[in-house]
């Protein structure tokens, strides 16, 4: 089905890995086009309650766009490569109803950057590298990083990322707040896996209600307090709030129905 990436479905969790190693994983317009295809069917299979986006090889994560595709955009043609990613993938990923996490396994730079950034969270393998670059090409990020990478780290370092295109190593991303963990490589997919096996435990209106709210406060906080209250009220009137609350009470594990 798919010619740029892998997808396989373990546990409930999707693993959709981006597979052109010798390329060291760069976004072209395929590996777009596909990856948004998965997304679809993460968000459309019930019997997928999540994704983890990853690299193949042990270099890559994702090394940044496919820069040959470069030279012969216009400013009209390079606007409209940067609109489609957005909305066909890292919007996408970032306004999920389930959690899409990255498990980055090497290079995370411009697009991979990114794309690690859309996602709900993130983990690094120790050997991980960040950056975003563009501006050594006479161009900023195209694809959310000036946004969100901001959001991630605060002003001021985000700032001297952008301007220096220089590279972090996992451990400063992690002090910086980029990613949640940092794993030996090897550990890096059971990791993931294990925080979202957590995750699937619990209620999955809740979980979407959450990342719902995440959102609002990074891109709406002024109101971000009422659609909070809104939707602890509306979930009152679901299932898996009364199994949830009658397990607490009877002293055992809830069955969640996502009702």
């Not at 983890?52 to 490569?81: C, M, N, Y």
């Not at 991980?128 to 990478?149: D, K, M, S, W």
């Not at 679901?238 to 009658?246: H, I, N, R």
């Amino acid at each position: 089905m798919y010619q740029q990436i892998l997808t396989e479905v373990q546990q409930g969790t999707m693993v959709i890995t981006i597979n052109r190693p010798d390329k060291l994983n760069a976004l072209n317009k395929e590996v777009i086009q596909e990856l948004s295809q998965a997304l679809d069917e993460v968000l459309h299979r019930n019997d997928v309650q999540s994704a983890v986006i990853t690299g193949a090889g042990a270099k890559a994560f994702v090394a940044g766009a496919d820069i040959s595709e470069f030279p012969h955009l216009d400013a009209a043609a390079g606007r409209q490569l940067a609109a489609f990613g957005q909305e066909a993938v890292f919007s996408k990923i970032e306004n999920a109803s389930k959690p899409i996490v990255a498990a980055i396994n090497g290079f995370a730079l411009g697009g991979g950057c990114e794309l690690a950034m859309a996602c709900h969270f993130r983990l690094a393998a120790a050997n991980a590298r960040f950056g975003q670059p563009e501006v050594n090409l006479g161009l900023i990020p195209g694809y959310g990083g000036t946004q969100r990478l901001v959001q991630l780290v605060g002003k001021g370092k985000a700032t001297e990322l952008l301007l220096t295109g220089q590279m972090i190593g996992a451990d400063e991303a992690l002090q910086l707040g980029l990613v949640n963990y940092v794993t030996a490589p090897e550990e890096l997919l059971h990791k993931t896996m294990e925080l979202l096996q957590t995750i699937h435990s619990k209620a999955p209106l809740a979980v979407k209600a959450i990342l719902d709210l995440v959102n609002t406060a990074t891109y709406q906080p002024a109101s971000g307090l009422a659609a909070e209250v809104a939707a602890f009220g509306q979930l009152f009137d679901t299932a898996d709030v009364k199994e949830g609350t009658a397990a607490f009470l009877e002293k055992r594990k809830p069955t969640f129905t996502g009702r």
